[in-house]
Every structure is written in C-alpha cells, then in structure tokens.
C-alpha cells in the first residue's frame, strides 16, 4: 500500500521522508518535481516519482491505479501562496480549488481510505463580516475570506467537508501557520522566503532586519510531522487541525535565534515590522487527537535550518 503526495515542495518532501521512514515508498506526484531539491531529503531510490498535474484528472488516476495508492496527502497548490493567487486568480483557482475536486473525485471513484488537504492559516487572517455574531438567517453570520488564495482555501476545505459528509470519503483537512525550513530556493510563500534571505544574508555576514512579528510560525518538519499524523491516526473525532508553534512569535525571539545559531551574525527587528495582531492558532486539537507536538520551536528551528543552508 502507498500513500500519493501531491505536491513535491517544502512540506510534501517531508511527508514523503516520514513514508521511508516507516518502511513504504511513498508516491510522489507533481507538475515538475525537483529531483535536485528532493535527493537533499529523500532516498530517490525508495520513492516513485510522477510527473502529473492535479488539474488533470486522468493523471491522479494513473498514479493512483499504478501504485497500489490507497491514501492520498495533498499538499500541491499554486505557486506564491497569497500574491501569487492574487496576481493570477484564475489559475490559481483552478490548481487550488479544481486540482482538490479532482484529488477527492479520484479518491471516491476509486475508494480510497483517505484523504488529508493542506490548508492555510491565511484563513483565520484575510476575513470579513461575522458583525453578526452567528445568528441565524443573518446575512453577515460568519466571516468570509478576503483574497483569492484564502478563497480558494476555504473553497476546498468546505468541498472536502461535503464529500465527506455526502459520500462518506474520509477527508481530513490541516491548516499551517507561516511555513519555513529546509527546501531548495524557490519553494513557498513570502514567510518562506523572508526566513531564508534572512539566514542566507547573515551566514553571509550581513547585517538583516526581520521584518515579521508576532506571527504564527510553523517549521516545515513539523508540519510534514503533523500532516503524517493526520494521514495515520485513528478513531478522529475532528477533521480539521491547525499546525503550527501555538503562539505567536516576537520578531526579537527570531532575531535572538538567528544571532545564537550564527555567532558573528546582526539580526534586529524593523521598527517597521509587520504584525498580524491576532492570537495564534489553537494547537490544542492536534495535539490531543494526532499526538501533534511542537519538536522545533523557533530557536531549535532557526538552528537547524541554519545548519542545513550551511551544508
């Protein structure tokens, strides 16, 4: 039996290291798989690499049907997360929202045991309306989401709560803080990208300012950890879980950790730092019903990205 990770990147390259781990080979399905950026974490020779699209029907059967898959990890999504969505809203609606139609289609054709949908905590961000306050029949009931990519978001999860509930597939759904870690350049989002300049500039010895705080991190190997966990754990009451560090982090605490893991290294906060302002995402859930735990908090994070940049 395999699982099929869609989305080869930042935290599908984990995912697919905890399948060797346990002793499977695990399915690797992407548009262009980065076979350079994979060898750095992944045993090429104990994985399956398929060049498919998720916009593509045909493809996710082939490689399911193929590969004796039985579970499905879907992690692909449009490149650049929110500006790239906003920049190209109609692919990005149909790699997003259409690629996750077909991942689910696929899995109930086909009567998969599982399927788990990487989401964002751009949704607990980028909202509207909830003025009133969940009354019944009120036209501003719930707060809705505000760009195209926590849209699209928000559009596959609930098209993944409907599935379950009308076809009985099983569908769990995860929701990462702003990811980083090990990854070859180009993989993610902008938080991705800012913690990798600022550890590629100040192992070059330049002077950096993190220009993010009191944001709700989360380290890709922790994700991936978490997103395994769901593809696993059994007896689910919920099928929704955030991941991420559980608190928010001060800009002073990444630029403490940067400083601590480079010795001779200038990191200080932007006095125009951005801010969220928000609480962070209850990690309660996951930890009680995945066993999800925070194994790199943000010093130990820094850290170990620090070290494998150097490598």
């Known amino acids: 039996m395999s699982v099929l990770i869609t989305g080869a990147g930042l935290i599908g390259s984990q995912v697919a290291r905890l399948e060797q781990e346990a002793g499977r ?3 690797i399905f992407d548009v262009a798989p980065r076979a350079d950026a994979l060898a750095d974490l992944v045993d090429l020779d104990r994985c399956v690499i398929v060049r498919g699209d998720v916009t593509s029907p045909l493809d ?33 609606t149909t790699v997003n929202l259409m690629g996750t139609a077909h991942v689910l289609e696929t899995a109930r054709v086909l009567g998969l045991e599982r399927v788990v949908l990487a989401s964002s905590s751009t949704l ?13 029949g009120m036209e501003e009931q719930y707060p809705r989401p505000t760009n195209v990519y926590a849209a699209n978001k ?6 993944g709560r409907a599935y379950r509930h009308t076809y009985g597939l ?21 938080a991705t990208a800012a913690v990798e300049s600022w550890l590629r500039r100040s192992i070059a010895g330049e002077p950096v300012e993190v220009m993010m705080s009191g944001v709700d991190w989360v380290y890709s190997k922790d994700a991936a ?8 754990a059994d007896g689910l009451q919920d099928q929704l879980f955030n991941l991420g560090m559980g608190r928010p982090i001060p800009g002073e605490e990444i630029a403490d950790a940067i400083n601590d893991a480079l010795p001779g290294a200038q ?32 010093a130990e994070a820094i850290r170990d990205y620090a070290t494998w ?3």
């Open 225 to 232: 950890k978490g997103t395994y966990q769901a593809c696993w």
């Open 267 to 298: 990191a200080t906060v932007s006095p125009n730092a951005v801010s969220p302002n928000r609480p962070a995402m209850s990690i309660a859930r996951a930890q009680a019903q995945l066993g999800y735990e925070v194994e790199h908090p943000m």
């Open 124 to 136: 607990y961000m980028s909202l509207v309306g909830g003025e009133d306050e969940g009354a019944d």
């Open 309 to 311: 940049l150097q490598k």
């Open 170 to 190: 099983d569908v769990v759904a995860v929701r990462y803080g702003a990811a980083f870690g090990p990854w070859g350049p180009g993989g993610g989002g902008p």
């Open 25 to 27: 080979t695990p399915v």
């Open 60 to 92: 996710l059967v082939a490689a399911v049907q193929a590969n004796d898959v039985r579970r499905i990890v879907h992690c692909a999504a449009f490149g650049g997360l929110t500006p790239g969505s906003n920049a190209a809203p109609l692919t990005s």
């Open 154 to 159: 928000q559009a596959a999860e609930d098209l």
